[in-house]
């Protein structure tokens, strides 16, 4: 048989174009179609020609004439006439092709089809180009039948597609599996917040027609619905259920407790009739009235039964497992006049849910294995382990507060208070009674200023009505200390809440003369607005376009907030607009450093963005270069993030190389010794250079303190287990960004801390004894060893 002769020409082709026979012309195309993407450039003289026959109706080879002239245009560069001549060809336009030319028009493609989904205002979106849906579904069918489900969902979530997201996970051989990737894209890439709230419903609904549900998924879909009662519901189903049901709703609620949602858990509680936060009158019962066994696990017994592990610790290694079981075990508490009687499996419910027993267990950790810090921990062991527990958050802070109506110095007092509400973080519902006493009976700024804060902190998030009038009286007293707490602790209190309040508190901030109450204004409406995405932004346009500075270096926090861990191209653009044109450098250091808070999604995108910045002539833009890097990429010890600081490490200026120390180390925290130890060597280095500048000095000693956190046992949380974003770590960076301004705001830091422990609970919420197989060398999770210093005699 005789080979093919391989055609160096098409111009023989092209002339059959011009005759009037039917059977030529069609000849013409399609031997066209087939050399087409050898002799474009031949092809490309005559094209007019070919569309002249798809304009043509009465030709009866339109489709092919279309498909010819897609390919011209391809290779012309022109995708957009390609992409037209493609839907005109239909069928003969085959989407299974894998060539080049093919899977280009198919992006482009799904680029038009997406672009036209995306408006949220449907009423606004324009009408995509029926052929355009036809090919999108065809692609749709082609992904389902080469079992390609995972690339189908895909396809459905880029395109807005409800339907045709149903359908792929309902074809799916496993709905479980490709239920719990819907689930990780939904958090992860979705951008829109609208549209994910529509997934999350579809898919909630989904999750529950299948033979076994992930009861854990369902409920962290509906914590970010904010759906309380369903949760509850839920809760209630498994406890009712068999023992391992039980277990599943333990479990649940570790991890509803782990994404630190005070007000939702309250909520949930409430629907379950459970009181998560009983009143702290029977925690500070006589002496003899707490004896009884049977008694909650708080006040006076309750720290003398959870301090047995940690004084175990002080002696060996590992506690004791009956030290270890006496502590983790809860009796059911007795009913009191305010409180039904509870069931073991709804004690222990509420003892997750309230953060008691979660807390019990990271501090038994951190004894067990701490061999660097054990005795600061000793010390501070009773304001941690209670944290949440009034009666012993007060005990611990008494010698500082008020006594029998005598005061003492105020900054001692407001410290006390302000050291409060970091115990009782997210979890202060038995304390903000004391602190708006506090609050209310004090005149003084100083004291003023450390309630607020500490109100701030207990309440986080609740939005608390009563709360945020007393934050606001003390705001309007227009004192420069108190209010600038105030406006800072109204954020900490309304948290993500996007109130109508908001507008009040930005027309306060133009009428004060008081910079810090602004600047405290600002980070409070930042907070305010957490989450919201395009919910904030009217408020981020009018902080944006405002003449003064700080309402502007506001504009840029609440940027990074409303939009943290999106990625969002809109708030990435407008950061960078600012980082490079405003004419204040606070405004341009807070807009660099906030692309850190937006990027927290996709780390390693970070350092490629700031490069550029991070060798701006200006030093401010500098160190947020640096502080960015180090909040998006904390904990990774990625190795783009560790060398774009190093330059900045030796910096001319004194504050960049404080931020650069800093955000090395928020970087590094918690990896290997092997990758820490030089880093550590130039810290040493710094702190005992006595002609070293102070600032950086400085921010070396905090730089040591972040490496070494719980004895080198705890990170920096940004993302619950369950893969949402943990509120107060993100918040408390925020506010620790601002020891620029008050250094007692690094205490913040401690807030977005997290155990690096797998702690295994047994049904009766004891440690029970197990093994885990790690086949990595003991090396890698090493402790370093201990500083020496040579003493001369």
Not at 77 to 100: K, V
Not at 139 to 164: H, I, P, S
Request: aromatic share 8%; hydrophobic share 45%; glycine share 8%.
């Amino acid at each position: 048989m005789a080979a093919a002769v391989q055609p160096y020409s098409a111009d023989a082709l092209i002339s059959l174009l011009h005759e009037d026979d039917q059977a030529l012309r069609l000849y013409a195309l399609q031997s066209l179609n087939k050399v087409v993407h050898d002799f474009w450039y031949q092809i490309a003289s005559s094209i007019a020609s070919v569309e002249a026959f798809y304009e043509d109706e009465g030709f009866s080879h339109r489709e092919l004439a279309a498909v010819v002239a897609s390919k011209v245009f391809y290779h012309l560069g022109e995708l957009d006439d390609a992409l037209t001549y493609a839907l005109g060809a239909g069928q003969l336009f085959d989407i299974n092709e894998q060539s080049e030319y093919v899977q280009t028009l198919l992006a482009r493609c799904l680029d038009l089809y997406t672009e036209a989904r995306s408006e949220p205002d449907e009423s606004k979106a324009p009408t995509p180009d029926p052929r355009l849906i036809v090919i999108v579904e065809r692609m749709f069918e082609r992904c389902l039948r080469d079992g390609q489900f995972e690339q189908a969902v895909g396809v459905a979530l880029e395109t807005r597609r409800l339907d045709m997201l149903e359908k792929a996970i309902k074809a799916a051989p496993d709905t479980s599996g490709i239920l719990k990737y819907a689930l990780t894209v939904c958090q992860r890439l979705i951008i829109q917040r609208g549209f994910r709230r529509e997934v999350l419903q579809l898919l909630i609904k989904l999750c529950e027609a299948v033979p076994e549900p992930d009861w854990v998924g369902i409920c962290q879909c509906h914590m970010f619905l904010d759906n309380p009662a369903e949760v509850a519901t839920i809760l209630r189903k498994l406890l009712q259920g068999s023992e391992e049901d039980t277990l599943l709703a333990y479990q649940v609620c570790f991890d509803l407790f782990e994404n630190e949602m005070q007000s939702f858990l309250l909520q949930v509680g409430e629907a379950l009739h459970l009181d998560l936060h009983p009143r702290p009158a029977a925690a500070e019962a006589a002496p003899g009235e707490g004896d009884n066994a049977a008694a909650p696990a708080t006040g006076e017994a309750a720290d003398q039964e959870a301090a047995a592990p940690a004084a175990a610790a002080m002696e060996v290694d590992a506690p004791a497992n009956g030290n270890t079981e006496a502590a983790g075990t809860g009796a059911a508490p007795e009913a009191n006049g305010n409180q039904q009687q509870l069931s073991p499996k709804e004690t222990r419910l509420v003892e997750v849910m309230s953060g008691r027993t979660p807390i019990q267990l990271y501090l038994e950790f951190l004894f067990s294995h701490n061999h660097a810090d054990l005795a600061i921990l000793k010390n501070a062991k009773a304001g941690v382990i209670h944290r949440g527990h009034l009666s012993q958050g007060r005990a611990l802070m008494a010698p500082y507060l008020p006594r029998n109506g005598s005061s003492g110095s105020p900054y001692s007092e407001g410290g006390a208070l302000y050291a409060l509400g970091l115990i009782h973080a997210n979890h202060g519902q038995p304390i903000t009674e004391f602190l708006l006493q506090m609050l209310r009976s004090t005149s003084n700024e100083v004291t003023q200023h450390g309630a607020c804060l500490g109100l701030g902190l207990a309440g986080l998030g609740t939005n608390d009505p009563e709360q945020f009038e007393e934050l606001k009286n003390v705001l309007y007293t227009d004192s420069a200390i108190a209010g600038e707490a105030a406006g800072l602790s109204l954020g900490l209190l309304a948290v993500g809440s996007a109130t109508d309040k908001a507008g009040e508190l930005l027309a306060y901030a133009h009428d004060t003369q008081h910079e810090k109450i602004i600047r405290g204004l600002a980070l409070g409406l930042a907070f305010i607005m957490y989450g919201r995405e395009e919910g904030a932004e009217t408020l981020i346009e009018q902080l944006t376009r405002d003449q003064d500075p700080i309402l502007r270096y506001g504009g840029m926090y609440t940027i990074g907030m409303a939009y943290r861990g999106t990625a969002n191209n809109f708030a990435i653009q407008k950061l960078l607009h600012f980082a490079v044109s405003d004419v204040s450098d606070d405004v341009r250091r807070a807009a660099v450093l906030c692309l850190g808070f937006v990027l927290m999604g996709v780390p390693e995108q970070c350092p490629r963005i700031v490069a550029l910045l991070a060798e701006s002539y200006n030093p401010h833009v500098r160190y947020g270069a640096a502080m960015a890097v180090g909040l998006s990429c904390a904990g990774s010890g990625m190795q783009a993030a560790v060398s774009l600081l190093e330059p900045l490490l030796t910096d001319a200026t004194d504050f960049v190389r404080q931020g650069a120390l800093i955000a090395t180390a928020l970087v590094l925290v918690q990896q290997p010794e092997a990758q820490v130890a030089s880093f550590s060597k130039h810290l040493a280095r710094v702190t005992g250079d006595k002609h070293e500048e102070v600032m950086c000095r400085m921010g070396a000693i905090m730089a040591l303190g972040i490496l070494d956190a719980g004895g080198r046992n705890t990170t920096i949380g940004l993302r619950s287990s369950s893969g949402y974003f943990r509120r107060t770590s993100i918040v408390a960076l925020a506010v620790f960004t601002h020891h620029w301004y008050w250094y007692p705001l690094s205490y913040f830091l401690s807030l977005a801390l997290q155990p690096t422990a797998l702690i295994g609970v047994s049904s009766a919420l004891t440690v029970p004894k197990l093994k885990v197989h790690c086949n990595c060398k003991a090396s890698a999770f090493g402790y370093p060893p201990p500083v020496t210093e040579e003493i001369e005699h």
